[in-house]
């Protein structure tokens, strides 16, 4: 049976390409967000502005617009409210089980390592600085310091030494979302190469993407690209841990499950119940993207066969400054080059904010890799005074 109504919990650019393939099967769509005008807010039936941690603005837009399926698109939600709601009958998708223990790293962390044994970097916690600097003792030297609660990377930092890791507690906690205190201290992983495995709990069973490799800056995504190449075992390793998480979070819809890859060791690192980031390079490179298949698993329809389309990658287009007066350069440019374009509609810029995306394919990873990184480099932020 299709779902009528879909209640966006955040509203961005992940959350606005799953509208657009809400509203191709038919769905009406709810848009919420902290601010207005939000990406997904543009293609959507409705919106509404508030604070996702305000459990009453939460209870009440649930209750004014009566979605048959609530979808996070955000961590910094009050996922207490959340919990409360599904107990009451309202359906969260894929689980308030997934929402709540993702809002934090602490969370998931403890989850995946202490509950389920999958393999992972050695951490502790801190809610000081003492005990930051303790926590980088322990797990030791280099380690990498990041808020239990934030997005797109903020806050995180890698400390070299113990000096450092107070600097990396200050600056963590500088830019943290919410207002606890509180980091994870993690252990720094030689690894070869990080991935994102895209794993769906459907009706008709688990299934996985191809696996996306990526580069990060600070934390951030910088670019991805699918395949990634590793080994069978590897592969088969990761989709194990990745199908234990997912089944054990509990629901339908897809899981971003992300793993660092060391020699032939699949390492959980974090995982988000909704489309990730680095999937944005499935609007090209497979079949269906990774919005549609989150959809039809939220729906209850089937997902397989997913086909891949070849080599394909995605490159980001940054902004510079802080501005709401603003356009873009060089969009011609960028796609007689053949790659295609994603603005993201943003009402305002932020330093190192991503404003689009350039996608690609090409006849090998390397090749699609170098024409999304071409494509977004043509695309310049233009502000105006």
């Not at 209850?300 to 350069?329: E, M």
């Amino acid at each position: 049976m299709f779902i009528a109504k879909l209640m966006l919990l955040g509203s961005g650019e992940l959350g606005r390409e799953f509208a657009i393939a809400a509203k191709r099967l038919g769905c009406e769509v709810v848009a919420c967000d902290r601010y207005a005008r939000a990406p997904a807010m543009q293609v959507a039936d409705a919106a509404e502005v508030f604070s996702m941690l305000d459990g009453a603005a939460l209870r009440a837009a649930v209750e004014k617009h009566r979605p048959d399926v609530i979808v996070p698109e955000i961590e910094a939600i009050d996922t207490d409210t959340l919990a409360a709601l599904e107990r009451e009958g309202w359906r969260v998708a894929p689980s308030a089980k997934a929402a709540q223990l993702t809002m934090n790293r602490d969370g998931i962390r403890d989850f995946a390592a202490a509950e389920l044994g999958l393999e992972t970097s050695r951490y502790r916690f801190a809610e000081s600085r003492k005990e930051a600097l303790a926590a980088g003792q322990a797990v030791g030297l280099p380690c990498v310091v990041k808020p239990v609660m934030s997005s797109s990377g903020k806050g995180q930092s890698t400390a070299h030494t113990l000096g450092e890791v107070g600097a990396a507690w200050d600056h963590a906690v500088a830019n943290m979302r919410g207002d606890r205190p509180r980091v994870i201290v993690e252990e720094f992983i030689r690894f070869d190469t990080e991935i994102t495995l895209l794993t769906v709990a459907a009706a008709d069973g688990v299934h996985f993407c191809a696996p996306i490799g990526h580069r990060q800056e600070g934390g951030d995504y910088r670019e991805s690209w699918q395949p990634a190449e590793i080994g069978a075992a590897t592969l088969q390793s990761a989709q194990d841990q990745a199908r234990r998480v997912v089944e054990a979070l509990g629901g339908r819809g897809l899981f971003g499950v992300e793993f660092f890859i060391a020699g032939e060791r699949a390492i959980f690192s974090e995982l988000s119940p909704r489309p990730h980031d680095t999937g944005m390079v499935t609007l090209v490179s497979q079949s269906p993207t990774q919005f549609e298949l989150h959809l039809r698993a939220i729906l209850g329809l089937p997902v397989a066969p997913i086909v891949p389309a070849g080599p394909a990658a995605s490159a980001v287009i940054l902004a510079t400054q802080d501005s709401d007066a603003f356009g873009f350069n060089g969009v011609a440019d960028a796609l007689a080059t053949g790659a295609e374009l994603r603005l993201f509609g943003k009402p305002r810029t932020l330093p190192n904010r991503r404003m689009g995306v350039a996608l690609a394919r090409g006849e090998s990873v390397a090749d699609a890799r170098r024409r999304a990184s071409d494509a977004a480099a043509c695309v310049r932020l233009r502000y105006h005074d």
